[in-house]
C-alpha cells in the first residue's frame, strides 16, 4: 500500500523507492538509556552508508515541533520504534503500548536518544536540512491540519542536527507578530507541550550544540 502510494504520487517514476521496514526491523544501540533501552528502525537501513535527513519545520500535536530530529528519529522508526518512543520504553503490548504516552517529557528525550543512535549509525555521513515552509501548529501526518499563520521563513542546512532545529527555533520565535504573518499560535503550541526540550536534551547527551552561525548563500 505504501509503494502503491508512492507510485501515484509520482515518486517511482523517478527514483528509486525503498520502504525501511518492509523487510523487518533491526536495533541501533543507544547511548541515552534513560527511557528506551534500544532503537527500532526498519532493517533496509542496513543497506545505506550515508543520510540525507530533509525535514518539514513545523509545529505537532504532540511534540510540540517537528524538525530534523523528530524526523530523525520518529521518521526512521520502525512501526513498533514508533510506539517504544511514544511512550518513553513503554514495552507491554498485552496491556496496550499506545494507552502509555504521560510521560511527555521520558517522550521527548526518547526522540533525541533515538536520534543519536541514527547520528552514531551513519557518522559524519548525515545532511540535515529544515524546510521552513507551511509553518502549521500541525503534523504532515494530520489527516485536518490547521492552516498556516505564519509566511514561510527559508531552507537551513547543516551537518548539527541541534543547531539546526536551533536555529528554526529561534527564527519562529523572531518573527514579529502581523496580520498574515502570526507566529504566536506556533509558539503556542511548541511551548505548551514543551517542544524546546527535544533541543535542549539532544544537546545535553551530546548529540550537537545549539550554538550557531547562520550563513545566506544567497
Not at 191 to 196: K, P
Amino acid at each position: 500500500e505504501h509503494l502503491k502510494a508512492a507510485r501515484e504520487h509520482g515518486f517511482l517514476d523517478i527514483a528509486d523507492v525503498d520502504i525501511m521496514d518492509g523487510a523487518g526491523e533491526i536495533k541501533l544501540p543507544v547511548r541515552d538509556t534513560t527511557h528506551i533501552k534500544y532503537n527500532l528502525v526498519g532493517a533496509n537501513l542496513a543497506n545505506y552508508d550515508f543520510l540525507i535527513n530533509l525535514a518539514h519545520f513545523k509545529g505537532h500535536a504532540m511534540a510540540g515541533l517537528g524538525g530534523v530530529l523528530k524526523n530523525q528519529s520518529i521518521g526512521i522508526a520502525s512501526a513498533n520504534g514508533k510506539a517504544y518512543i511514544h511512550t518513553a520504553g513503554y514495552t507491554d503490548k498485552l496491556k496496550g503500548m499506545w494507552s502509555h504516552t504521560g510521560d511527555q517529557d521520558g517522550f521527548l528525550e526518547s526522540m533525541a536518544a533515538a536520534a543519536q543512535s541514527v547520528a552514531d549509525h551513519f557518522g559524519d555521513n548525515i545532511l540535515y536540512i529544515d524546510v521552513m515552509n507551511n509553518l502549521s501548529v500541525d503534523c504532515d501526518c494530520d489527516s485536518h491540519p490547521h492552516d498556516p499563520e505564519m509566511k514561510d521563513i527559508g531552507i537551513l542546512a547543516s551537518t548539527d542536527p541541534v543547531a539546526l532545529d536551533e536555529a528554526c527555533l529561534e527564527l519562529v520565535y523572531g518573527v514579529k507578530p502581523t496580520e498574515g504573518n502570526d507566529n504566536r499560535p506556533l509558539i503556542e503550541r511548541i511551548q505548551s507541550r514543551h517542544g524546546n526540550h527535544t533541543i535542549d536534551h539532544a544537546e545535553k547527551i551530546g548529540l550537537g550544540s545549539k550554538e550557531y552561525k547562520i550563513v545566506m548563500i544567497d
